[in-house]
């Protein structure tokens, strides 16, 4: 079954829109891996995605008067892109439904590309379900993304070139998937000519669209599915894909949201190109085989699939790119409330970097502070960390998997201080090295200001910026004044600020 893909991918008409992309060996993730690791960079095509090859291939086989009629298509960006530009090289009116949740740069993509774009619906299926009812109503011709022929055949060109590129086979080609349309054109021609290799499927773990159906023989409908990997936010694979999956893809893993950041961040060290979430599954599920199986010294491809990522969810992504590296875990650690709990609980610390801390001053007998921590990548040294803490009578509540935490808990530390305080809140700059924080409070040494709020995130900047109220009667000012000089800290009171007198007094 697979040689019938064969021949519809050496004909499939893809290059009068999309272009041959080149196939990169990554250095540097190589060297992290101990293998060697190769990306096949779907996201320098025009539309920053693959999806373009399928899009023009199924536009140019329709007939004179189908292309009359006008296409349609649902999508969650990628596609509408790829069949927003297919149309205007053949001159065919196309109109888009996309859900209200698509990326807005997929969706101003697509409104410059000449189509028409139509919001419908929360998810894809939405807004599959609007345009097959368009096409119906309207006498357009549905465009599938994945589900049919001439789409799998034009994504199967991604396998013909790396084919032609690299000439060896290689031990595994990674690939992510949706709808399955484009795993599906990789395995079949893959297969086809390099039996030997293993074409590995890769999924969020919110969205097991190919999993789930392998593992029960059958198509199955997700409940549910995660949007952050929005272009492969599909509650079920294609008819066709599962066809040739089930004969052609050897396994596919899953990946968590941290795991996909961090692959974003290994895409763009070796590029420095920014990958969608969608588009670093790949690299993901690579990564996640290597350290799983315990390979070294293999030869692998990712196909890295697309950039259509909005600028702002770049925070979001570098925020969790750590954690999907197991580089840094984020405790709630529960420490004596008096003066000086927090320089002992530093030395405790001792060298290892601090990515977060969080704290305000409530009352009581102890404090809760949300702290980030940076660990090596081995099991031995997070078991350590947690060990060392709770061995010296800090109970610790570990919140590194917890994904509300991650998302919510961590921003909401704080509220307003209790009664009076002799307050004064400063802003600072803290050299970004091992031990600033440590440096401040022993200096500050045996002097009753105690801290009643603290805040501080690793930015990878120079300065790390901290925000910090300590308890300082206005006799001691004066005396307090020479502290912040004797430091040497860039800082800045902010204890007039309005901000701070409305939601943290």
Same mark, same amino acid.
């Given at each position: 079954?697979? /040689?019938?893909?064969?021949?519809?991918?050496?004909?499939?008409?893809?290059?009068?829109?999309?272009? +041959? @992309?080149?196939?990169?060996?990554?250095?540097?993730?190589?060297?992290?891996?101990?293998?060697?690791?190769?990306?096949?960079?779907?996201?320098?095509?025009?539309?920053?995605?693959?999806?373009?090859?399928?899009?023009? *291939?199924?536009?140019?086989?329709?007939?004179?008067?189908?292309?009359?009629?006008?296409?349609?298509?649902?999508?969650?960006?990628?596609?509408?892109?790829?069949?927003?530009?297919?149309?205007?090289?053949?001159?065919?009116?196309?109109?888009?439904?996309?859900?209200?949740?698509?990326?807005?740069?997929?969706?101003?993509?697509?409104?410059?590309?000449?189509?028409?774009?139509?919001?419908?619906?929360?998810?894809?299926?939405?807004?599959? +379900?609007?345009?097959?009812?368009?096409?119906?109503?309207?006498?357009?011709?549905?465009?599938?993304?994945?589900?049919?022929?001439?789409?799998?055949?034009?994504?199967?060109?991604?396998?013909?070139?790396?084919?032609?590129?690299?000439?060896?086979?290689?031990?595994?080609?990674?690939?992510?998937?949706?709808?399955?349309?484009?795993?599906?054109?990789?395995?079949?021609?893959?297969?086809?000519?390099?039996?030997?290799?293993?074409?590995?499927?890769?999924?969020?773990?919110?969205?097991?669209?190919?999993?789930?159906?392998?593992?029960?023989?059958?198509?199955?409908?997700?409940?549910?599915?995660?949007?952050?990997?929005?272009?492969?936010?599909?509650?079920?694979?294609?008819?066709?894909?599962?066809?040739?999956?089930?004969?052609?893809?050897?396994?596919?893993?899953?990946?968590?949201?941290?795991?996909?950041?961090?692959?974003?961040?290994?895409?763009?060290?070796?590029?420095?190109?920014?990958?969608?979430?969608?588009?670093?599954?790949?690299?993901?599920?690579?990564? $996640?085989?290597?350290?799983?199986?315990?390979?070294?010294?293999?030869?692998?491809?990712?196909?890295?699939?697309?950039?259509?990522? *909005?600028?702002?969810?770049?925070? /979001?992504?570098?925020?969790?790119?750590?954690?999907?590296?197991?580089?840094? $875990?984020?405790?709630?650690?529960?420490?004596?409330?008096?003066?000086?709990?927090?320089?002992?609980?530093? +030395?405790?610390?001792?060298? $290892?970097?601090?990515?977060?801390?969080?704290?305000?001053?409530?009352?009581? @007998? *102890?404090?809760?502070?949300?702290?980030?921590?940076?660990?090596?990548?081995?099991?031995?040294?997070?078991?350590?960390?947690?060990d060392g803490l709770e061995g010296n009578g800090y109970p610790v509540l570990d919140l590194t998997d917890n994904e509300m935490a991650k998302v919510h808990v961590r921003y909401m530390v704080g509220g307003h201080g209790p009664g009076e305080l002799d307050e004064v809140l400063y802003r600072f700059n803290f050299p970004e090295r091992p031990g600033a924080l440590l440096l401040f409070l022993s200096r500050m040494g045996a002097k009753p200001w105690n801290i009643t709020m603290f805040h501080y995130r690793n930015h990878g900047a120079a300065f790390g910026r901290v925000l910090i109220g300590l308890q300082?009667?206005?006799?001691?000012?004066?005396?307090?004044?020479?502290?912040?000089?004797?430091?040497?800290?860039?800082?800045?009171?902010?204890?007039? *600020?309005?901000?701070?007198?409305?939601?943290?007094?």
């Amino acid at each position: 079954m697979p /040689h019938d893909y064969v021949t519809k991918i050496l004909r499939a008409r893809v290059y009068d829109a999309a272009r +041959e @992309t080149p196939l990169e060996l990554a250095p540097k993730l190589s060297s992290k891996l101990g293998s060697e690791v190769w990306l096949k960079r779907e996201d320098l095509q025009p539309v920053f995605s693959f999806k373009v090859r399928g899009a023009h *291939n199924k536009l140019a086989s329709l007939t004179a008067d189908e292309r009359a009629q006008g296409v349609i298509a649902a999508s969650a960006g990628n596609h509408a892109q790829g069949v927003a530009l297919a149309a205007r090289k053949l001159g065919i009116r196309a109109l888009i439904v996309m859900p209200e949740t698509a990326p807005r740069i997929k969706v101003e993509a697509v409104e410059r590309l000449g189509a028409e774009v139509l919001l419908a619906g929360e998810s894809y299926d939405s807004a599959r +379900e609007r345009a097959e009812v368009l096409a119906t109503e309207r006498g357009m011709i549905l465009v599938s993304p994945f589900d049919d022929e001439h789409i799998i055949a034009g994504q199967g060109t991604v396998g013909m070139e790396i084919v032609r590129q690299q000439g060896d086979p290689f031990d595994a080609i990674f690939v992510e998937v949706g709808g399955g349309g484009l795993i599906a054109g990789i395995s079949a021609y893959i297969k086809s000519l390099w039996p030997e290799t293993r074409v590995i499927g890769v999924e969020p773990h919110d969205s097991p669209t190919l999993h789930a159906a392998l593992a029960a023989g059958e198509r199955v409908v997700l409940e549910r599915v995660g949007i952050f990997a929005d272009g492969v936010a599909v509650k079920q694979v294609g008819e066709e894909p599962f066809r040739v999956a089930r004969e052609c893809v050897d396994e596919v893993v899953l990946v968590s949201t941290d795991e996909i950041c961090a692959a974003i961040r290994d895409i763009f060290e070796d590029t420095r190109a920014i990958a969608e979430p969608a588009g670093a599954l790949a690299v993901a599920g690579l990564k $996640r085989y290597v350290e799983s199986e315990g390979v070294s010294g293999g030869r692998f491809a990712a196909i890295v699939s697309g950039a259509n990522v *909005n600028f702002d969810r770049l925070r /979001h992504i570098a925020q969790r790119a750590e954690l999907g590296e197991n580089r840094e $875990r984020l405790l709630a650690v529960t420490i004596p409330e008096h003066p000086g709990s927090l320089l002992s609980f530093c +030395e405790q610390i001792g060298d $290892r970097s601090i990515t977060e801390f969080n704290y305000r001053y409530v009352g009581g @007998t *102890n404090a809760h502070i949300f702290v980030g921590l940076e660990v090596s990548d081995s099991a031995a040294d997070k078991r350590a960390l947690v060990d060392g803490l709770e061995g010296n009578g800090y109970p610790v509540l570990d919140l590194t998997d917890n994904e509300m935490a991650k998302v919510h808990v961590r921003y909401m530390v704080g509220g307003h201080g209790p009664g009076e305080l002799d307050e004064v809140l400063y802003r600072f700059n803290f050299p970004e090295r091992p031990g600033a924080l440590l440096l401040f409070l022993s200096r500050m040494g045996a002097k009753p200001w105690n801290i009643t709020m603290f805040h501080y995130r690793n930015h990878g900047a120079a300065f790390g910026r901290v925000l910090i109220g300590l308890q300082v009667p206005s006799a001691e000012r004066a005396d307090f004044q020479s502290f912040l000089k004797e430091v040497g800290y860039e800082c800045w009171e902010e204890t007039d *600020n309005p901000a701070y007198r409305m939601f943290l007094r």
